[in-house]
């Protein structure tokens, strides 16, 4: 008997990615797809349309099927053997929102074989345009999203954060009251990954748990959809967006038209697709104590969560999706290595040799000078502005270059271990630092990290996590015995929900959404996977104790930045 294979598919911003992997989790074929040189006719930069107001930015969601067509199609020239895969997964760009007009439905489960799915699927969408996670343009919708809710806390406190113009609730709402003949025909709204396992399923897929909690929809204590949430955004939105279910769930087998066209088996799972975060999560197989510190353009920290603390300082809490009674948590900075680059070009000559030099030759605590550089208006906190403080906590205007990198660096990583530890993330004895991007190459700068985080941090190296750790949840989800289950046990609980008028405790709900998330643990599944960990790191006691109480001066100071008019 051969061995069996598992193929993840990515629909991100730029391109649509593809990788397949044999049951020891090697990769065994790569191929991708760039929007803007490949698709050239759609006339993309950087995968997206950035509109005339400077706000609204979306992505022809034909170019998406189009995409997909010539990945699968390169796959076959290329010799991939369809019939050895037995689970497909994949993910999305998050946020991103599909229409499907009414009537799509029925030209999803009768497409032919003999054409491509682009052609047969072109009038299939009632708004062609999709909004994705770079628009910026409902801020009006978050502010009545919040307002009916009762406020920006309440709203975290359902759906694990406040309103936020990207999400995909927000951004339905626009839709609804600006397009409103469009909205009325509309059959079905997916979000960029459910879109793409339907291209698959040859039929709608349904919402996955972790993405539909970026939505601003989903009640993430009890896995469904908040009716407040979904009564604020538009009408018939529960419909139009079906039942969401846990993430490892089997959605059913390949469409025939994947049968004919490609050789898959018809035995082939589909496995619920997720968002890109979610599927990097998997990707890394990050476990409990672990965190992930990206540091790009923007830096990020996602973590594991059992007990999240949602709040509206511009946090994330999703519905893990590799635990269903677990929780991801994500940070987003947008003053990462931007902010970086011009502090070493104002203080080190654009030299990052000068910048490690002069990083290391000041103590850590930096002689009590503290900085927050935050050249655009930040998330999480939301502050715009440089600001320097001295040992008193008084403002000083300036610090000299050595000062203004470490300044710069600790307020950075104070930030992070701030926030990180204010959602809900445990940092202690057991905390591992999974350190990617660009400036995880840069030794001092990590030191910092391991000093203020009191963690070892580690540098990894795995460009295409999401893509991979969709093969990983393709395994994951064909080896869940209970996938099936799930769906069915979901579908009952919405059922019991939908006809009682008493709002179920929480641990009762918990209680059947474990019965229909038991699956096999995802970490014995992917067990035979490598990903190349090498430490970096280690934290000084000393250094510590000295990060320690700067930590509660920068918390009390951001707290006054926050009250006063930088804000």
């Not at 672990?290 to 946090?315: C, I, K, M, Q, Y």
């Not at 040799?353 to 050249?375: E, R, V």
Request: hydrophobic share 40%; net charge negative; proline share 4%.
């Amino acid at each position: 008997m051969t061995s069996p294979h598992f193929l993840g598919i990515e629909v991100s911003t730029q391109q649509v990615k593809v990788m397949i992997v044999d049951d020891n989790l090697h990769v065994l074929h790569k191929c991708s797809v760039l929007f803007d040189t490949e698709l050239p006719e759609f006339g993309t930069k950087g995968g997206a349309h950035v509109h005339a107001d400077g706000l609204t930015v979306t992505t022809p969601t034909g170019m998406w099927v189009k995409a997909v067509d010539l990945a699968l199609a390169k796959m076959k020239s290329a010799g991939v053997s369809f019939d050895r895969i037995v689970a497909i997964s994949g993910t999305g760009q998050q946020h991103g929102s599909v229409y499907w007009r009414e009537g799509a439905r029925v030209a999803l489960r009768s497409l032919q074989p003999d054409r491509a799915l682009h052609d047969q699927l072109k009038d299939s969408f009632s708004i062609p345009d999709s909004p994705i996670w770079m628009d910026s343009s409902t801020t009006a919708y978050c502010r009545r999203l919040e307002q009916a809710l009762g406020g920006a806390e309440k709203l975290a406190d359902v759906t694990g954060c406040c309103a936020q113009e990207r999400l995909t609730g927000n951004q339905i709402a626009k839709i609804f009251h600006t397009m409103p003949e469009e909205y009325a025909r509309t059959e079905r709204i997916s979000l960029v990954s459910s879109f793409a396992a339907s291209l698959f399923l040859g039929d709608y897929a349904a919402i996955d748990y972790s993405d539909g909690s970026g939505m601003n929809l989903l009640d993430i204590w009890t896995r469904s959809w908040s009716p407040d949430c979904l009564q604020a955004c538009a009408p018939g939105l529960e419909e139009r967006i079906g039942l969401p279910v846990a993430s490892y769930s089997a959605l059913g087998a390949v469409s025939s038209y994947m049968v004919d066209r490609y050789g898959f088996s018809a035995d082939c799972k589909v496995i619920a697709f997720t968002g890109d975060n979610p599927a990097s999560l998997a990707g890394l197989r990050l476990d409990r104590g672990e965190l992930v510190l990206s540091l790009g353009t923007s830096d990020t920290v996602f973590t594991w969560l059992d007990h999240p603390r949602p709040n509206a300082d511009g946090v994330n809490v999703w519905v893990n999706p590799l635990d269903v009674d677990a929780f991801l948590g994500l940070l987003v900075w947008k003053n990462g290595s931007l902010a970086r680059e011009k502090v070493r070009n104002a203080c080190s000559g654009g030299s990052w040799d000068t910048f490690i030099s002069q990083l290391q030759s000041t103590p850590p605590g930096n002689g009590g000078n503290m900085g927050f550089y935050f050249y655009e208006r930040e998330i999480t906190p939301s502050i715009v502005g440089v600001h320097r403080f001295d040992s008193q906590d008084e403002p000083v205007s300036s610090f000299s270059a050595e000062t203004e990198v470490r300044a710069l660096v600790e307020g950075q990583m104070l930030a992070r271990a701030a926030h990180t530890t204010n959602l809900g993330g445990v940092l202690g004895a057991q905390t591992k630092v999974l350190a990617t991007g660009g400036a995880s190459v840069n030794p001092a700068l990590l030191q910092v990290v391991a000093d203020v985080f009191n963690a070892p941090v580690y540098t990894i190296d795995e460009p295409n996590s999401a893509c991979l750790g969709s093969t990983y949840r393709a395994k994951h989800g064909e080896c869940s015995a209970a996938s099936l289950l799930s769906v069915g046990l979901h579908v009952l609980r919405s059922k019991i929900l939908e006809q009682t008028h008493y709002e179920p405790t929480r641990n009762l709900v918990v209680f059947i959404g474990w019965l229909g998330g038991a699956s096999t643990a995802f970490r014995a599944v992917v067990s035979s996977a490598v990903t190349e960990k090498c430490l970096a790191a280690r934290p000084s006691a000393d250094a510590h104790k000295v990060y320690s109480r700067m930590l509660e001066r920068y918390t009390r100071v951001e707290r006054l930045l926050l009250t006063s008019g930088s804000k």
